[in-house]
T-cell receptor, first 113, second 112 residues
């Protein structure tokens, strides 16, 4: 069966510090991978998606970046965090064979202080 | 105006009541998701539907593609149903993926 992992679960970082959130998927190959953010009091927003290794598409301009160094690994990064980066970050995956259904990770709650 | 809109934003019910949450969208879609987010933040996919109706236990989801509207119903609601319910749609079709646009969510509280 397929599983999706995210870590860390929670993170408190000072403004200006770097960020690295990791997402890995098991039990499937060549998944489409997605990073979403949910800011306090707001809905989910797609940040990045990837349809293959090294292929990243960005949905919104920001000081975050994403990378996909391996087929089932998706990393969200920042060189210098802003207060506005606080939120709940969700990774999700699907494959072409599952249609449009997406499967979500447990999420990382980031607080920038 | 958000392309996917939900109503109501907040809903409080007594245990046992029948619950309806609505979702409307302004562009063409091929499928719609209903998601459940619990207080800890984790998200579970409840339904993905492109036509008609789906039922899982006490949850029922319907969609009318022509009217661009979907509803999520909960029968015999229970306090454990308390969560945020989110509808989402892949507004852009990709050959090998799909990007979801989300409604703002409906905070449901079921009191015992």
């Amino acid at each position: 069966s397929q599983t999706i992992h995210q870590w860390p679960a929670t993170l408190v970082q000072p403004v200006g510090s770097p960020l690295s959130l990791e997402c890995t998927v098991e039990g499937t190959s060549n998944p489409n991978l997605y990073w979403y953010r949910q800011a306090a009091g707001r809905g989910l927003q797609l940040l990045f998606y990837s349809v293959g290794i090294g292929q990243i598409s960005s949905e919104v301009p920001q000081n975050l970046s994403a990378s996909r160094p391996q087929d089932r690994q998706f990393i969200l990064s920042s060189k210098k965090l802003l207060l506005s980066d606080s939120g709940f970050y969700l990774c999700a995956w699907n494959t072409g064979t599952s249609g449009y259904e997406q499967y979500f990770g447990p999420g990382t709650r980031l607080t920038v202080t | 105006k958000n392309e996917v809109e939900q109503s109501p934003q907040n809903l409080t019910a007594q245990e046992g009541e029948f619950i309806t949450i609505n979702c409307s969208y302004s562009v063409g879609i091929s499928a719609l998701h209903w998601l459940q987010q619990h207080p800890g933040g984790g998200i579970v996919s409840l339904f993905m539907l492109s036509s008609g109706k789906k039922k899982h236990g006490r949850l029922i989801a319907t969609i009318n593609i022509q009217e661009k509207h979907s509803s999520l119903h909960i029968t015999a609601s229970h306090p454990r149903d308390s969560a945020v319910y989110i509808c989402a749609a892949p507004l852009i079709k990709e050959t090998s993926g799909s990007r979801l646009t989300f409604g703002e969510g409906t905070q449901l509280t079921v009191n015992p």
